[in-house]
């Protein structure tokens, strides 16, 4: 079973083409369990698939999140695969991809950089309190795409000097909130300067911080936007793991189309030897 490892901006994963070496999608939830575990096999923060398409795009993209779940999006990895649509020519320079969320736009900026349109805004609610431990926390509720990917966004101030195991005990009680229907990926942020954010993202399914996140960036800059707290102009978002770009251009009060750009890697390719496979089957 061959393999890529990528990474968009630190937020890693694992690439496995189902079209050129089919497997049983029904086999991928395990794999994504056994292969992502870090100490113990190559490790990732999800796994993505690459399939055939069944609705009019160049390809097929299932991502599965590193505890096997399925998600409906993920906008580092769709940078990451429409680099390797790229460069094992499934598509050229511009690409549609298929995702459980809808279709999705690609465009190579340039050998490492890439900018997706990303699943546009299907329900945002600016004032969306959330109350943990006896704290209200002032939050906004976005879902990108149908089905809709969740996302809350959180102010924190002084964000990267927060202590990691307070953020981290509070994005799992967010994650988790009552108020959630399927919970939540928790983007806390911090507003540095005009139209430049920092942002930690507690992803759910990963169940931790991740570096990066594609989708948790354009949520909150589209809230932001509408708050009129941000131009929606090329917003500079910094994460652990580098620097992503969003446009959430508004048109009469309404957000259009939703562009998240950034860099790509491709850290290695090989294949998967691992001897504990015949466990996930």
């Known amino acids: 079973m061959n393999f890529w490892k990528m990474n968009g901006a630190g937020n890693d994963f694992i690439m496995l083409d189902n079209i050129a070496s089919p497997l049983p999608t029904t086999d991928y939830p395990a794999l994504a369990r056994l292969l992502c575990e870090r100490h113990l096999s190559i490790g990732a923060d999800g796994l993505m698939v690459i399939d055939h398409p ?5 390809y097929k993209m299932r991502f599965y999140n ?4 399925i998600g409906e999006m993920c906008g580092n990895g ?4 429409c680099r390797y649509g790229y460069e094992t020519a499934l ?4 690409q549609r991809v298929e995702t459980t969320a809808g279709m999705i736009t690609g465009h190579r900026i340039d050998a490492r950089n890439y900018c997706i349109q990303l699943n546009s805004v299907t329900t945002m609610e600016l004032d969306f309190p959330m109350d943990v431990d006896g704290t209200t926390y002032q939050a906004c509720y976005i879902e990108l795409g149908n089905p809709g990917l969740p996302h809350v966004a959180v102010e924190v101030p002084n964000l ?3 202590d990691e195991n307070w953020l981290r005990e509070l994005g799992r009680k967010l994650r988790w909130h009552q108020s959630l229907r399927k919970g ?3 983007n806390f942020y911090e507003i540095l300067a005009p139209d430049h954010l920092y942002e930690r993202t507690f992803e759910r399914g990963v169940e931790d911080f991740t570096y990066a996140c594609g989708t948790g960036t354009g949520s909150v800059v589209s809230a932001l936007t509408l708050q009129g707290k941000v131009s929606g102009n090329h917003v500079t978002v910094d994460m652990v793991g580098g620097r992503l770009f969003i446009d959430a251009p508004m048109v009469d009060g309404t957000l259009t189309q939703l562009h998240l750009t950034g860099p790509t890697n491709i850290v290695a390719k090989g294949q998967v030897t ?8």
């Open 274 to 281: 691992d001897e504990d496979l015949c466990l996930a089957k």
């Open 66 to 69: 590193s505890d096997g779940s």
């Open 160 to 162: 990267k000097d927060q």
């Open 78 to 81: 769709a940078r990451c695969i």
């Open 184 to 186: 939540a990926n928790v």
């Open 54 to 58: 069944t609705e009019g795009g160049d």
């Open 91 to 94: 598509a050229g320079q511009t």
